[in-house]
């Protein structure tokens, strides 16, 4: 494809379309303004998770892919002189080798969150239903070549239904729908984000490291020297970049945790952070861990 992919590997709720817009604003890049879980999960349809092994995605999966992604860009922004692709649907936490299976030639950003301010945010998602307008504006993009994927959408949503649970949001680990029936929603939501950040860390270590920009959301949140530091790293003039960060920047949303979970669901929490190398932990939480 001519346009280089940039993707941004994170967890829901952890600021991945945050930083896919700020960076849009670029003149340099375009943007597919839509998570696109029906692109990655081609001839993995009934899959029940999102960990998809690379080796058994077949090469004409990998053509349709390469051939699709340049198609899904946002069509309302006319970027002549772009040279980059951002796309951050989030599942992609769970297979970063699949991408770069599938896009060799690919940087990967490592957005990462407090996993606390991440299990808060994301439990209002799980109770809230998804937006009308937004899926049928993300109706628009969808290639129907992959219908099998419309199918097993409805499916989970009905599944929620009939089983008096929530359907499934966000990236789906090994054994969620075991843990819906048997968990606490801030449990389940703890788990997606340790699932994410094990996982993506993990395959990332596989990849040249060259491809590979490793950054912390709270940073973005409270200055733009990261900010410029991707730019510099993605090859674009940090300038409009910056701009529109100031103008979308909303300061203290990363603590409402502090203000909505109770001690015990942060207790809870923490038990099922524990299992992640303190490498990772010592990174992510640095001298805010409490």
Not at 32 to 43: A, E, K, M, N, S
Not at 250 to 271: A, V
């Amino acid at each position: 494809m001519k346009k280089k992919p940039v993707f941004i590997i994170g967890a829901g709720r952890s600021g991945t379309k945050f930083l896919r817009d700020i960076l849009a604003a670029s003149p340099e890049v375009v943007r597919v303004p839509y998570d696109i879980g029906y692109l990655w999960r081609y001839g993995n349809e009934g899959l029940n998770h999102d960990e998809i092994d690379p080796d058994s995605v077949s090469r004409k999966s990998i053509r349709w892919m390469r051939k699709k992604l340049p198609k899904l860009i946002d069509r309302s922004v006319y970027k002549p002189d772009a040279s980059i692709l951002v796309e951050k649907s989030v599942p992609n936490a769970l297979r970063p080798r699949l991408l770069y299976r599938a896009f060799p030639e690919a940087t990967f950003v490592h957005l990462v969150r407090d996993g606390r301010a991440v299990t808060e945010s994301a439990m209002r998602m799980w109770r809230t239903p998804p937006e009308r307008h937004y899926l049928m504006d993300k109706i628009r993009y969808f290639p129907w070549g992959n219908i099998r994927y419309a199918i097993w959408y409805v499916c989970n949503r009905a599944f929620g239904k009939v089983k008096n649970s929530p359907a499934v949001w966000g990236p789906r680990y090994r054994g969620i729908e075991n843990d819906i029936q048997y968990e606490s929603l801030h449990v389940v939501c703890a788990k997606q984000w340790f699932h994410c950040v094990r996982v993506a860390s993990e395959q990332l270590a596989t990849i040249p490291q060259d491809q590979v920009v490793s950054v912390r959301y709270e940073d973005i949140m409270v200055g733009t020297e990261s900010l410029t530091t991707l730019c510099e790293k993605l090859g674009i003039d940090p300038d409009p970049v910056v701009r529109r960060h100031e103008e979308m920047l909303r300061p203290g949303e990363n603590e409402k945790w502090r203000r909505s979970l109770t001690p015990e669901q942060i207790n809870d929490i923490h038990s099922v952070f524990k299992a992640l190398p303190e490498s990772i932990k010592d990174w992510v939480f640095s001298e805010k861990a409490s």
